[in-house]
């Protein structure tokens, strides 16, 4: 059993990895750079306002995730939206602080380098020092970031996975509107091709949500983001709405608005393997960029991950 295993990222995969981890016996650590939990599955809330602003549904198609739904949904961190689509409730993130609940988790930490020595690893943040208890005897390194996010830490610790490399993403900018009145949209979800809009959907039509005024997620296309990605978020959230407005024909001024960049948003070309792993310096990756653009893949990834860990070498 590897004594101290340090998780870098506390997404879904991270979090799949960290609780399969902890149920096997084993002291695991996560460090999150964000404040919050869950990644990309994300709310963003301003006062009584709440947006979906990243991952804006899962599926389950494999037993090993349907499990975990079926989990959520009994302690109601999880429910239908549609057909066969998912959302946290109340908010995209409760799957993972259910995942989370009794893991010790390192937040608003980035790491920045990984160092080994003989009694094992450790763990540098941005300011080159992180004095959390027990630093320099991780046994084990599980990387469960963004790949492009990986490859840095990978190489600060004189290593290298090639297969990184090869793993692309598209951005996504986010544009989050609220209204005082309801706002008219052809449906509470739109998915469209072709144009400079790829999504639409009113927060409130998803089940567990509270209360609120009209909050509207815009998720600009592949292609538009990609043109647009070094722009301000004042510039994009201005001429997206312009291109909302297009699209839906709504003319009300919104009383909210602002814009969020995911720069790795969907993986465009996976690895093609569920995890990475080099069963010597006993450090790992995993993350959806193994598998696909989908939350599914994470939580795949980090569960795979987790067996490898455990798996004498
Ligand atoms: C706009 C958008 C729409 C999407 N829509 C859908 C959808 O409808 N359905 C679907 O299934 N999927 C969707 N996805 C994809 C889904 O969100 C992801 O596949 C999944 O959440 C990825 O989980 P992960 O754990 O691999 O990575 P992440 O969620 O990205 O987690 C990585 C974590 O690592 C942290 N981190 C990064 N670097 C460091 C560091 N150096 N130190 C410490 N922490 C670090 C990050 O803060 C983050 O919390 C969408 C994503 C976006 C952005």
């Given at each position: 059993?590897?004594?101290?295993?340090?998780?870098?990222?506390?997404?879904?995969?991270?979090?799949?990895?960290?609780?399969?981890?902890?149920?096997?016996?084993?002291?695991?650590?996560?460090?999150?750079?964000?404040?919050?939990?869950?990644?990309?599955?994300?709310?963003?809330?301003?006062?009584?306002?709440?947006?979906?602003?990243?991952?804006?549904?899962?599926?389950?198609?494999?037993?090993?995730?349907?499990?975990?739904?079926?989990?959520?949904?009994?302690?109601?961190?999880?429910?239908?939206?549609?057909?066969?689509?998912?959302?946290?409730?109340?908010?995209?993130?409760?799957?993972?602080?259910?995942?989370?609940?009794?893991?010790?988790?390192?937040?608003?930490?980035?790491?920045?380098?990984?160092?080994?020595?003989?009694?094992?690893?450790?763990?540098?943040?941005?300011?080159?020092?992180?004095?959390?208890?027990?630093?320099?005897?991780?046994?084990?390194?599980?990387?469960?970031?963004?790949?492009?996010?990986?490859?840095?830490?990978?190489?600060?610790?004189?290593?290298?996975?090639?297969?990184?490399?090869?793993?692309?993403?598209?951005?996504?900018w986010a544009l989050?509107?609220?209204?005082?009145?309801?706002?008219?949209?052809?449906?509470?979800?739109m998915k469209l091709e072709n144009g400079p809009i790829g999504w639409v959907?009113?927060?409130?039509?998803?089940?567990?949500?509270?209360?609120?005024?009209?909050?509207?997620v815009v998720h600009a296309s592949?292609?538009w983001s990609?043109?647009?990605?070094?722009?301000?978020?004042?510039?994009?959230?201005?001429?997206l709405l312009a291109e909302f407005r297009t699209l839906t024909?709504?003319?009300?001024?919104?009383?909210?608005?602002?814009?969020?960049?995911?720069?790795?948003?969907?993986?465009?070309?996976?690895?093609?393997?569920?995890?990475?792993?080099?069963?010597?310096?006993?450090?790992?990756?995993?993350?959806?960029?193994?598998?696909?653009?989908?939350?599914?893949?994470?939580?795949?990834?980090?569960?795979?991950?987790?067996?490898?860990?455990?798996?004498?070498?």
């Open positions: 059993m590897p004594s101290r295993i340090a998780i870098i990222g506390a997404g879904l995969a991270g979090l799949a990895a960290a609780s399969n981890l902890k149920s096997a016996g084993c002291d695991v650590t996560l460090f999150e750079k964000s404040r919050g939990l869950g990644g990309r599955m994300a709310t963003r809330r301003a006062g009584a306002l709440q947006f979906d602003h990243g991952a804006q549904y899962f599926t389950a198609k494999g037993a090993g995730f349907q499990a975990a739904v079926a989990k959520w949904q009994t302690s109601e961190d999880a429910a239908p939206w549609f057909e066969r689509a998912f959302v946290g409730t109340p908010g995209m993130a409760s799957p993972a602080r259910a995942l989370a609940k009794g893991l010790a988790v390192i937040s608003e930490c980035q790491v920045a380098a990984l160092h080994r020595t003989a009694t094992g690893w450790w763990i540098h943040d941005l300011s080159g020092h992180l004095d959390v208890p027990g630093n320099g005897s991780f046994s084990t390194v599980v990387l469960a970031v963004p790949a492009p996010q990986a490859v840095p830490l990978v190489t600060s610790a004189g290593l290298e996975f090639p297969e990184l490399a090869q793993v692309r993403y598209a951005p996504c989050m509107l609220a209204f005082d009145a309801p706002i008219e949209l052809a449906a509470d979800r959907s009113r927060n409130g039509s998803k089940p567990g949500r509270p209360e609120m005024p009209d909050c509207i592949a292609d990609r043109r647009h990605l070094e722009e301000t978020p004042a510039t994009v959230g201005r001429t024909g709504v003319q009300s001024s919104p009383t909210f608005m602002t814009a969020h960049r995911w720069r790795y948003a969907l993986v465009e070309e996976a690895a093609g393997t569920p995890f990475l792993w080099n069963s010597t310096a006993r450090i790992g990756a995993c993350g959806d960029w193994c598998l696909g653009p989908r939350v599914e893949a994470a939580f795949d990834s980090g569960q795979a991950i987790a067996g490898a860990v455990l798996t004498p070498s």
